[in-house]
């Protein structure tokens, strides 16, 4: 995926998403060189969404 990071330079975005926190991290990286440009988090969901309670009996 193509990305672009807070200053504006494009790069290789790569994409991990936890489903148990509602975020996603970005992380982009130069094309050519794979040299790390930045990285952004961001909620997935609003967080009003309650879970079950997991019961360990």
């Not at 936890?18 to 130069?30: H, I, L, S, Y």
């Amino acid at each position: 995926m193509t990305d672009t990071d807070a200053a504006g330079r494009r790069g290789v975005g790569v994409r991990r998403v936890d489903r148990w926190a509602f975020t996603a991290t970005e992380r982009v990286f130069d094309r050519k060189h794979l040299t790390y440009l930045g990285e952004r988090s961001y909620l997935t969901e609003d967080g009003t969404r309650q879970r079950r309670a997991r019961s360990w009996r």
